[in-house]
């Protein structure tokens, strides 16, 4: 189920301020702890010591408005469960079926392209990495053992 789904369906669960304010602090350290992960520890990223690359690394693969807009593009998407916040009115239940299937699609497709760009960015940093032997492979090992045979 689409974060911005279990979201509205929680809103309507959890009407006493204390419930929403646990669960709100908790989707909001959530959503801060894996931004920060996609940025430093997927992406490689804020760890530049070149004058002009402090916020991206040293060696860039496309040009730095690409890695600006990805994370912008990335901020943007992961708070996109704040909408269902928005949009929730208990007096419009007519339209409820109508919000769910817009928010469902929008949210899947939006996620779609999050993670496109999150994998591009992802796998251009593994190539980096390992093409400067981080993590050099001397050899595969076997599937079979063996001693088996």
Request: hydrophobic share 45%; aromatic share 16%; glycine share 2%.
């Amino acid at each position: 189920m689409t974060p911005s789904l279990v979201t509205y369906f929680l809103v309507d669960k959890l009407s006493h301020p204390y419930y929403f304010g646990i669960f709100l602090a908790c989707r909001i350290i959530s959503t801060i702890y894996v931004m920060v992960w996609d940025y430093y520890m997927d992406w490689g990223l804020f760890r530049g010591t070149k004058l002009g690359h402090k916020i991206l690394r040293d060696k860039l693969t496309f040009s730095k408005s690409f890695y600006y807009t990805c994370i912008v593009i990335n901020f943007l998407i992961r708070w996109f469960w704040i909408i269902p916040l928005v949009v929730y009115n208990d007096s419009q239940k007519a339209t409820l079926m109508n919000k769910l299937k817009i928010l469902t699609v929008t949210s899947m497709m939006l996620e779609a392209i999050r993670r496109t760009l999150w994998a591009i960015i992802r796998i251009e940093n593994e190539s980096i990495n390992n093409f400067e032997n981080y993590r050099p492979i001397v050899a595969i090992p076997p599937l079979v053992d063996e001693l088996d045979q």
